[in-house]
T-cell receptor, first 114, second 111 residues
């Protein structure tokens, strides 16, 4: 068990470009979450998958954002037509389906839009 | 909105106990109390969680008030590596299990 992996760790992109991030959760975890974190703030919920089904999306997830989890394994988060306000740390986390236990977070992908 | 209230920052001396308070007056019967910490440039790390009874693990202890409207995370002997932002979060087990984070408490440990 190597934990939750996120790729890339850092991404610098020009405004208007599309970017895609990947998250590989812990293999036996059914739940997968994406969060966004800006400097000095706690992480903000973006979206949630249970297996391959996307069951909840935050209002923060504008139509430029899309997330997928094909076959209930890894997940991707795509941002189209990036804006400077999208600069943030994007965090992925996974957890088991049942029980009150916690998540395991990845180390995040830091996006800088220039 | 976050359903917990924490002090913005606290300081502790190395090798002394640290008590990090959290108020959650609107807690419901299905909410678990979770604590995470986040070191610079890393994702949050699970510390401990509880429902009603006090809990201990190798990292910390969690003391929950009898009315569940507040809790305290206890680090028994702070080390420099414990300097981090500590988040107290309520987790609703009747829904998506998502967390709503606040801004947490920044703990500074003095050598």
């Amino acid at each position: 068990d190597t934990g939750v992996s996120q790729d890339p760790r850092h991404k610098i992109t020009k405004r208007g470009q599309n970017v895609t991030f990947r998250c590989d959760p812990i293999s036996e975890h059914n739940r997968l979450y994406w969060y966004r974190q800006t400097l000095g703030q706690g992480p903000e919920f973006l979206t949630y998958f249970q297996n391959e089904a996307q069951l909840e999306k935050s209002r923060l997830l504008s139509d430029r954002f899309s997330a997928e989890r094909p076959k209930g394994s890894f997940s991707t988060l795509e941002i189209q037509r990036t804006e400077q306000g999208d600069s943030a740390m994007y965090l992925c986390a996974s957890s088991r389906l049942t029980g009150g236990g916690g998540y395991t977070f990845g180390s995040g992908t830091r996006l800088t839009v220039v | 909105d976050a359903k917990t209230t924490q002090p913005n920052s606290m300081e502790s001396n190395e090798e002394e106990p640290v008590h990090l308070p959290c108020n959650h007056s609107t807690i419901s019967g299905t909410d678990y109390i979770h604590w995470y910490r986040q070191l610079p440039s890393q994702g949050p790390e699970y510390v401990i969680h509880g429902l009603t009874s006090n809990v201990n693990n190798r990292m910390a202890s969690l003391a929950i008030a009898e009315d569940r409207k507040s809790s305290t995370l206890i680090l028994h002997r702070a080390t420099l590596r414990d300097a981090a932002v500590y988040y107290c979060i309520l987790r609703d087990t009747s829904g998506t299990y998502k967390y709503i984070f606040g801004t947490g408490t920044r703990l500074k440990v003095l050598a």
